[in-house]
């Protein structure tokens, strides 16, 4: 039998510090995926139902990261989640939704509950401004079967020519307190529109990720089963920035060959692939046109891919491999899994990660999907492995090529208990808000860099020196020796929670 290699985990190595002359505040943890996808936090959140959907997507993006939203809803509510994100906020909008004299005013009450705006501007056939429509024209009673021209303010209209920058935008909405600013060129057409809400998130959030436009990036999840094409073509429609194959295999002939289809009919989408766990892996998916390669197969907190296959690499090694093979290709390599804490995040980035992606740290937040559960006085939230029974049930057995046994399908009709689970389902402590983790994630990032001298984040790469830590490393680099420890937000004892 030929030499078996080592390979290893974030707990078996640390980085050795280095003589330094620059200050945590001062390093630049900025990253780009892609010319079109730069991050100013490298995080991305996990394609899963219980982290991503928009309000998962948004809170990420105003921090600098990216949110994947996970593909286990209807091609229909998934590519809403996606316009939703886009739609959110930009500062400037350049298509605004827009209503028409004659619909119906339950048409403005519908667009309100979906677009979650307060109102719109309203245009004949020409897109020229005849008015605007907002929830104060609609607090008073509405007959049944009103039109929108009987509510809508029409006179006095405030408008701005186009060419208006957002400061000055923002001086003409303060001086006439309005919360809207229709854009109208010289025939009096509509081309854009300033919204204040907009305008304050852009000051409030100076860090969001966000495309040419203004618009808060936004990527999200396909697979490879029946409809996968369609799915990828009305995410596209929707606006996202990055679409996402996701399969706990990626180096696999069907994955594979998707991808290069994706990537011919889409050629302007950034286009990532995974999982893999190897330069090989890497290097295959990179020649099926991927831009981005995702890598971790095995290392997640609610994976048994790696105990129930006997398959799978620990992770640090995985993120060598990969990465050094994506710096040779040109891609950028994204760290899936695994991550603990915030010092994990430094060592997938010294190690050559372009990015890393989290699950279980950001899916006990405010703004992950679910309820918060109540159990023995604490709170928590609830989290699943999309390869655990219920969660391949509602959408992802695809992504462990079992398709053919989930819901629906006629051998899951003949035989139910027949899917094998690579993942489980379990509670979180509940973490706050995603700018409390993502703060504490940050901070870690720059306290790390800051140890090792490195101004960026190819800085970090250049300068990493890892060293291998023992049992016994590890026993002194966790707290010891205490009975009662108080709760730190970017800390928990290993094994609780
Ligand atoms: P963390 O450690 O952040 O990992 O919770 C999130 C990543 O785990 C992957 N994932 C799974 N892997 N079985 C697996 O083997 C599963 O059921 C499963 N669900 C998610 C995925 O890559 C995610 O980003």
């Given at each position: 039998m030929t030499e078996i290699p080592e390979a290893l985990s974030y707990d078996d190595v640390l980085l050795a510090p280095q003589a330094s002359a620059i200050l945590p505040r001062d390093v630049d943890v900025s990253s780009a995926l892609h010319e079109r996808i730069r991050l100013n936090l490298p995080l991305l959140s996990a394609a899963m139902d219980k982290v991503t959907e928009a309000p998962m997507a948004v809170a990420l993006a105003r921090q600098g990261g990216l949110g994947v939203i996970h593909k286990n809803a209807s091609v229909e509510a998934q590519a809403a989640m996606v316009e939703g994100v886009k739609r959110s906020e930009s500062g400037f909008i350049n298509d605004p939704v827009t209503l028409r004299p004659d619909d119906p005013v339950d048409r403005a009450f519908d667009l309100m509950a979906h677009y979650r705006v307060s109102g719109f501007p309203v245009v004949d056939g020409d897109g020229a401004l005849v008015g605007i429509i907002t929830n104060r024209d609609l607090r008073v009673d509405i007959e049944p079967g009103s039109r929108v021209h009987e509510h809508m303010t029409r006179d006095g209209l405030i408008t701005a020519e186009p060419g208006t920058t957002l400061s000055q935008a923002r001086d003409v909405m303060q001086v006439h307190r309005v919360e809207k600013l229709p854009i109208v060129d010289p025939d009096g057409r509509l081309t854009g529109m300033f919204t204040f809400k907009d305008i304050e998130k852009v000051h409030k959030y100076p860090n969001a990720a966000k495309d040419a436009r203004g618009r808060l990036l936004c990527a999200a999840a396909v697979g490879t089963g029946p409809g996968s094409e369609e799915r990828a073509a009305a995410l596209v429609d929707a606006g996202v920035d990055l679409l996402a194959i996701d399969s706990a295999h990626g180096h696999a002939t069907g994955i594979l060959e998707f991808a290069g289809k994706l990537k011919d009919r889409h050629p302007d989408v950034v286009l990532m692939v995974g999982n893999v766990a190897t330069g090989d892996g890497v290097r295959a998916c990179a020649d099926h046109g991927a831009d981005v390669v995702k890598i971790g197969v095995g290392p997640g907190s609610i994976c048994t891919t790696r105990v129930v296959t006997g398959v799978g690499m620990p992770q640090f090694t995985a993120i060598l491999e990969a990465a050094r093979a994506g710096a040779e290709l040109g891609v950028a390599t994204i760290a899936d899994g695994g991550v603990r804490y915030s010092g994990d995040v430094v060592k997938a980035l010294a190690a050559g990660a372009t990015a890393v992606m989290v699950g279980n740290l950001l899916a006990?937040?405010?703004?992950?999907p679910g309820e918060l559960v109540l159990a023995g006085g604490r709170r928590y939230k609830e989290y699943r492995g999309m390869g655990s029974v219920d969660a391949m049930r509602a959408g992802s057995a695809d992504r462990y090529f079992q398709a053919d046994k989930a819901a629906g399908s006629a051998a899951e009709a003949r035989e139910p208990a027949k899917l094998v689970p690579e993942g489980v389902s379990g509670l979180l402590p509940y973490r706050g808000t995603v700018g409390e983790v993502t703060a504490q994630l940050e901070g870690g990032i720059r306290s790390g860099m800051g140890y090792l001298g490195a101004t960026d984040l190819a800085d970090l790469a250049d300068r990493a020196r890892f060293v291998r830590q023992t049992a016994g490393g590890m026993r002194e680099s966790h707290v010891h020796d205490l009975d009662v420890v108080h709760e730190a937000p970017n800390y928990q004892v290993p094994g609780s929670g």
């Open positions: 006990g937040t405010d703004e992950s």
